[in-house]
């Protein structure tokens, strides 16, 4: 679990951490971003990864060999609210999402934290809208759980109030 008090914005009990497997989150041209799959096994070791694949991307399962997750088979079609209800199936009050793309918005907003990210494809508006906060790229947004801290200097109201974050 990650436990993160954001003054002026909400405390954060996390135990997962939702991620789609297509391009531009954990991937690009069939393989597996830089420092990604070293990120997420390292927190593995504080929240369960669920890895959102559409079935014609289960062969790209491989790229995160060795990475404790659970692979969760989406709906060729209907993604967008698969990815919702699946938020809404582990708890929404404990989960954080990543994403980049129009599809994404209803997890990024089910999510008690939903981070988008810029990502060599770009980051779509609405995605940008209903996120909490966005980042360059998936090893930053995995660097914010990591290291919640960064989470607070984000997300802080105002810097008289300080946060308190611990990973437990």
């Not at 289960?58 to 967008?80: E, F, T």
């Not at 938020?87 to 988008?116: C, F, K, N, S, T």
């Not at 980051?123 to 930053?140: G, I, K, M, N, Q």
Request: aromatic share 4%.
């Amino acid at each position: 679990m990650i436990r993160v008090e954001i003054a002026g914005f909400t405390y954060l009990g996390l135990d997962h951490l939702i991620l789609p497997l297509r391009a531009g989150v954990l991937a690009a041209d069939g393989r597996a971003l830089g420092g990604v799959p070293e990120r997420l096994a390292m927190l593995a070791r504080q929240l369960k990864i669920h890895v959102l694949a559409d079935p014609a991307d289960a062969r790209m399962g491989a790229m995160l060999d060795g990475v404790p997750c659970k692979w969760v088979s989406l709906p060729h079609l209907g993604q967008a609210e698969a990815k919702r209800n699946y938020v809404e199936q582990v708890g929404v009050d404990h989960a954080a999402a990543i994403g980049h793309g129009r599809g994404d918005v209803p997890m990024l907003e089910a999510a008690a934290l939903g981070i988008a990210i810029f990502g060599g494809l770009g980051l779509s508006c609405e995605a940008a809208r209903h996120a909490d906060l966005a980042v360059r790229h998936t090893v930053d947004a995995l660097g914010l759980l990591l290291w919640p801290d960064r989470l607070i200097q984000s997300l802080t109201l105002s810097t008289d109030n300080a946060g308190v974050a611990g990973a437990h």
